[in-house]
């Protein structure tokens, strides 16, 4: 069984920063893209950041310039570094993998973690 687990949530200020972390876990576990969905209260889920193996990103128009990804293949996590922070950021995240587990084809979601930005 896979599990990923995102800490680093919370309640920021606009204008300011938050990190989130997402850490893949289980046995035999290959790891391909990695990214960052949301949902805003009301709306659907969305992309806003991907990151490949290799690590090529990809961002949203809506966080173009504020926020990045990374990840650390050794401890199967992947980042979100979101700055200028604005209240339309408001969502809950889910980190999203792709790869392989037990040799099968892997799709795995998150919890799910709530980001508020107060104005």
């Known amino acids: 069984q896979v599990q990923l687990v995102e800490p680093g949530g919370g309640v920021v200020q606009a204008g300011g920063p938050l990190r989130l972390s997402c850490v893949a876990s289980?046995?035999?576990?290959?790891?391909?893209?990695m990214g960052w969905y949301r949902q805003a209260p009301g709306k659907q889920r969305e992309l806003v950041a991907g990151?490949?193996?290799?690590?090529?990103?990809n961002f949203a128009d809506s966080v173009m310039g504020r926020f990045t990804t990374s990840r650390d293949n050794a401890k199967n996590t992947v980042y979100l570094q979101m700055n200028s922070l604005k209240p339309k950021d408001t969502a809950i995240y889910y980190c999203?993998?792709?790869?392989?587990?037990?040799?099968?084809?892997?799709?795995?979601w998150g919890q799910g973690t709530l980001v508020t930005v107060s104005s």
């Open positions: 999203h993998v792709t790869g392989l587990h037990m040799w099968k084809p892997l799709d795995a």
């Open positions: 990151i490949t193996s290799g690590g090529s990103t």
């Open positions: 289980g046995s035999f576990l290959i790891i391909g893209a």
